[in-house]
C-alpha cells in the first residue's frame, strides 16, 4: 500500500525556518516524483516545489524560490522540505504526493496520484 506521512509542521515566527519530512512507503523514490504544495484558508492548493525521481530535478514555484529547498535520502525513503526565511503568507497546511511526472506538469494537483495528509504550518509576523 502506496503511504506518504508528512511532518514538522509547526508555529514559527516569521523570517525563521522550519524541516517538512515526507516519509513514502510502499514504493521507491526511484519510481515516483514527489510534490510539494500548500493550501492555505480559502485559497486553492498551490504547488510549492517538486523532486524528480531519482531526484535528478528540482522545481520551485517563483514565490519560495531561493527561500526552499526540496532534497532526498534515499535510504529512508524520505524527502525533506526545508524552508528558510519563512514569511506570513507561507501559513498553510502542506501536502506531499506522488505522482508519475512530466516536468512540465509538475505544478498540477492532478498529475500525482498520491497524497499526504498534510501537516500545519503557520508563520506570526
Known amino acids: 500500500e502506496v503511504q506518504l506521512v508528512e511532518s514538522g509542521g509547526g508555529l514559527v515566527q516569521a523570517g525563521g525556518s522550519l524541516r517538512l519530512s515526507c516519509s513514502a512507503s510502499?514504493?521507491?523514490?526511484?519510481?515516483?516524483?514527489i510534490g510539494w504544495f500548500r493550501e492555505a484558508p480559502g485559497k486553492e492548493r498551490e504547488a510549492v516545489g517538486c523532486?524528480?525521481?531519482?531526484?535528478?530535478?528540482?522545481y520551485y514555484a517563483d514565490s519560495v524560490k531561493g527561500r526552499f529547498t526540496i532534497s532526498s535520502d534515499k535510504a529512508a525513503n524520505t524527502v525533506y522540505l526545508q524552508m528558510n526565511s519563512l514569511r506570513p503568507e507561507d501559513t498553510a497546511i502542506y501536502y506531499c504526493?506522488?505522482?508519475?511526472?512530466?516536468?512540465?506538469?509538475?505544478?498540477?494537483?492532478?498529475?500525482?496520484?498520491?497524497w499526504g495528509q498534510g501537516t500545519q504550518v503557520t508563520v506570526t509576523s
Open positions: 504526493a506522488a505522482g508519475s511526472v512530466e516536468t512540465g506538469g509538475w505544478g498540477d494537483v492532478g498529475v500525482y496520484d498520491y
Open positions: 523532486i524528480g525521481s531519482g531526484a535528478d530535478y528540482t
Open positions: 510502499g514504493f521507491s523514490l526511484d519510481d515516483y516524483a
